[in-house]
């Protein structure tokens, strides 16, 4: 039972674009949402955060918005660059929860 | 230097071998978790400890142990290794559960033949 899922395992997006990486999740109890990002022979990497009080939360280059009715959140990194071809992994965590829940992560890659 | 390492980087083993991996971290944080990562599937947990007295099973610890020997030193243990235990395993680390930001070690690539 995946409650985190990521329906694009991959994404190609031409540099200087906008990429775009979605996430949905079915559990109504999860109140905090990350996206790591992971480079080949590297451990993942926290990249942004969204609290379930907030649609919408960014930090330079990347912005996350959390659509809490339709159980959706989608990473928007603008202007997209060679360095952000990487895994992105969704994850949440439940109210009252320790732990987190991941996705099944999306392959972005940038082409010059 | 790495906040959080993990040894080995790469093992090959034969299935019913007895494997042992080990993160330790130098973050101070007292708790810390294990992942593996396979294909389609992302992260899964296998267990967690969120101080040196508190062991906790993750969504799929069936096969495998662990040992917090150190606020700093936690081990992930196969007794008997089999093929399906093949993957990528990730040591992590937290200072709270507010934001659950975890820090990653870089992995232990184990096959098992």
């Known amino acids: 039972d995946q409650q985190v899922k990521q329906n694009s395992p991959s994404l190609s997006v031409q540099e200087g674009r906008i990429s775009i990486l979605n996430c949905d999740y079915t559990n109504s109890m999860f109140d905090y949402f990350l996206w790591y990002k992971k480079y080949p022979a590297e451990g993942p990497t926290f990249l942004i955060s969204?609290?379930?009080?907030?649609d919408k939360n960014e930090d330079g280059r990347f912005t996350v918005f959390l659509n809490k009715s339709a159980k959706h959140l989608s990473l928007h990194i603008v202007p997209s660059q060679p360095g952000d071809s990487a895994v992105y992994f969704c994850a949440a965590r439940a109210q009252g929860a320790q732990k987190l829940v991941f996705g099944q992560g999306t392959r972005l890659t940038i082409n010059p | 230097d790495a906040d959080v390492t993990q040894t080995p980087r790469n093992r090959i083993t034969k299935t019913g071998k007895r494997i042992m991996l080990e993160c330790s971290q130098t973050?101070?944080?007292?708790?810390m978790y294990w992942y593996r990562q396979d294909p389609g599937l992302g992260l899964r947990l296998i267990y967690y400890s969120f101080d040196v007295k508190d062991i906790n099973k993750g969504e799929i610890s069936d096969g495998y142990s662990v040992s917090r020997q150190a606020q700093a030193k936690f081990s992930l243990s196969l007794e008997s290794a089999i093929p399906n235990q093949t993957a990528l395993y990730f040591c992590?680390?937290?200072?709270?559960?507010?934001?659950?930001?975890?820090?990653f070690g870089p992995g232990t690539r184990l096959t098992v033949l």
């Open positions: 992590a680390t937290s200072i709270d559960g507010a934001t659950d930001t975890q820090y």
């Open positions: 969204i609290s379930s009080i907030k």
């Open positions: 973050k101070g944080h007292d708790r």
